[in-house]
Nanobody, 121 residues
Framework: QVQLVESGGGLVQAGGSLRLSCAAS????????MGWYRQAPGKQRELVAS???????HYADSVKGRFTISRDNAKNTLYLQMNSLKPEDTAVYYC???????????????WGQGTQVTVSS
């Protein structure tokens, strides 16, 4: 059993900052790619940023230069530092990880429960 638990969401004024965390726990052998997605009301879920096991990162154009994704492999934890937040960043943010469970030949996609980020104008 693998669980992803996000934390760090909240309400912030435009121009402010938040840092999201996602801790993976359970019977984990290794974690491949990890990423942050978000879903605003009435919109599809979209990729915000991702990082693979080698540390290579990818960002959506809308967050480049403002958000930074990072991971601590020793702690199985993913982070998203969000600066210069805008009202259009308001969404539920979800953590995603491609995990190889202990004793498994295959990796599986896991999701966190989501954390709300609200940016007021």
């Amino acid at each position: 059993q693998v669980q992803l638990v996000e934390s760090g969401g909240g309400l912030v004024q435009a121009g402010g900052s938040l840092r999201l965390s996602c801790a993976a726990s359970g019977s984990i052998f290794s974690i491949n790619a990890m990423g942050w997605y978000r879903q605003a009301p009435g919109k599809q879920r979209e990729l915000v940023a991702s990082v693979n096991s080698a540390g290579t990162t990818h960002y959506a154009d809308s967050v480049k230069g403002r958000f930074t994704i990072s991971r601590d492999n020793a702690k199985n934890t993913l982070y998203l530092q969000m600066n210069s937040l805008k009202p259009e960043d308001t969404a539920v943010y979800y953590c995603n990880a491609d995990v190889l469970p202990s004793g498994s030949y295959y990796s599986y996609d896991y999701w966190g429960q989501g954390t709300q980020v609200t940016v007021s104008s």
